[in-house]
């Protein structure tokens, strides 16, 4: 088998460490996945839940960091997709659920 010359998605936090607005909080406030072809999908853990899409990780900080306030945290490695082979199927023991605000 050989291995294409793409990754896996990549799961990433945002981890705010003040809140200027005074809406989403501290700590992790939203998870997201930025796709092989790097577009980023980001979903809002507050009281007021929303999806956003971005084309790049670049994109989402500079809308969403607030001068380094907030950080992207990617969970985990991107795995190599190997020709004939499935992805892993999702686990309860994925790492994202384990990070603490």
Not at 24 to 46: H, K, P, Y
Not at 86 to 92: C, D, F, G, I
């Amino acid at each position: 088998m050989s291995v294409k010359d793409l990754t896996s998605a990549r799961l990433f936090v945002l981890k705010r460490d003040e809140d200027e607005t005074g809406v989403s909080g501290t700590g992790i406030v939203a998870e997201g996945v930025q796709f092989s072809d790097g577009t980023v999908a980001l979903r809002w853990r507050s009281h007021i839940q929303s999806t956003a899409l971005y084309t790049s990780i670049a994109a989402c900080e500079a809308i969403h960091g607030h001068g380094g306030k907030t950080k992207v945290v990617f969970v985990g490695e991107p795995q190599a997709w190997v020709e004939g082979a499935r992805p892993a199927a999702p686990s309860l023991t994925n790492p994202l659920w384990n990070i603490r605000s």
